[in-house]
């Protein structure tokens, strides 16, 4: 019986160039932007060329429903540098971010919005102030084109409210976008509405934010995606991103202390009322002050369990795997 031959490679045959790794990755979540798709390719790639440092563009289709996908897979088709991303359903633009930072391999990570608004001529711009010196550079949508009482109103105030409460201060913090360090951004686990504080959140760490004007244009295909209605999310988010900055790693101490207070203060009323009984003499039984304290004393008890519980689900957090907060239909282009 005559062996399989195995060919080989002539001797002379020089090894394929390995593709030179990105300088910059371009994180763009998209949910129904098939007629915006075309135009952001086009006007995205031709900021990118001029910039004359290898890139990538990692376009997440989060669920879309209607052709935003084929457009993207016929455009993945002649450009390699363009990767795709598709979930198998809607899991929010938190999720495209997440997706995107996970695949990118660029020193540089740049977010942007897909709905034409941002404009790709300011990345450059962007990108030399935080090569400058600065791990997070936000844009500031200084001259919004937006309405004002359902969309600019709501968000100059929570800008400030999220400035206050976390001691980031920047004009704009639902601006999409950014550049960041991809350190920065590797290092960050995003949850629920999380991807708008990630400069709050970056800050932890002890990086360098800032912020340039950025242009911004109206809307000119579709609709937007997110409406007044998010506020309560955003305002919940902000009480889980203040506790992360300041808690995430010490719950007991929050937990605990509210816990001790509520204990403390049940206990001195209840030596106040035995006081009461046992010296004075008099009947404490129909005083809806001891019910009071018992029930800030078991208040206490609680807090304090759990406490001790969230000291458990951190260590947890930070010891266990880390999984993913979507799942992926199919990808192109993948690294």
Same mark, same amino acid.
């Given at each position: 019986?005559?062996?399989? $031959? ?5 001797? +002379?045959?020089? *090894? &394929?160039?390995? !593709?030179? @790794?990105?300088?910059?990755?371009? /994180? =763009? ?84 919005? $897909? ?5 790709? +001529?300011?990345? *450059? &711009?962007?990108? !030399?102030? @935080?090569?400058?010196?600065?791990? /997070? =550079? ?161 208040i206490g008890v609680q807090f304090l369990a759990l406490g001790l519980l969230g000291e458990l689900i ?22």
């Amino acid at each position: 019986m005559i062996p399989y $031959a195995v060919a080989a490679a002539p001797q +002379d045959a020089a *090894p &394929a160039a390995a !593709a030179p @790794a990105p300088y910059l990755s371009v /994180v =763009v979540p998209i949910y129904n932007e098939e007629e915006s798709i075309p135009h952001l390719y086009a006007q995205l790639t031709a900021s990118l060329e001029r910039l004359g440092k290898p890139y990538e563009i990692l376009a997440v289709d989060d669920g879309s429903r209607d052709g935003s996908f084929a457009l993207l897979r016929d455009l993945a088709a002649s450009d390699p540098r363009l990767r795709v991303v598709r979930f198998r359903r809607n899991f929010g633009q938190t999720a495209g971010f997440a997706a995107g930072f996970d695949r990118a391999r660029g020193e540089w990570v740049v977010t942007i919005d $897909a709905d034409l608004q941002n404009d790709p +001529d300011d990345i *450059p &711009a962007l990108l !030399a102030k @935080a090569e400058s010196g600065f791990d /997070v =550079v936000s844009g500031w949508r200084a001259r919004r084109q937006d309405p004002f009482l359902n969309r600019r109103l709501p968000s100059l105030i929570a800008n400030r409210v999220i400035s206050w409460a976390t001691g980031v201060h920047l004009h704009d913090y639902g601006c999409s976008l950014k550049v960041y360090r991809a350190e920065v951004v590797k290092n960050i686990d995003l949850y629920g509405e999380l991807h708008r504080f990630i400069p709050a959140i970056a800050s932890w760490q002890g990086v360098a934010v800032t912020e340039l004007p950025v242009n911004h244009a109206a809307r000119k295909y579709g609709k937007s995606k997110y409406g007044i209605g998010r506020t309560t999310r955003v305002l919940l988010d902000l009480i889980t991103v203040r506790f992360l900055l300041s808690y995430s790693t010490r719950p007991m101490q929050v937990f605990g202390g509210i816990g001790l207070l509520s204990g403390a203060l049940g206990s001195v009323l209840l030596l106040y009322l035995g006081y009461v009984r046992l010296i004075i003499g008099r009947s404490i039984g129909d005083r809806p002050l001891l019910l009071l304290a018992v029930l800030m004393v078991l208040i206490g008890v609680q807090f304090l369990a759990l406490g001790l519980l969230g000291e458990l689900i951190t260590r947890v957090y930070y010891e266990g795997r880390n999984r993913p907060i979507y799942v992926v239909r199919e990808e192109l282009n993948g690294g």
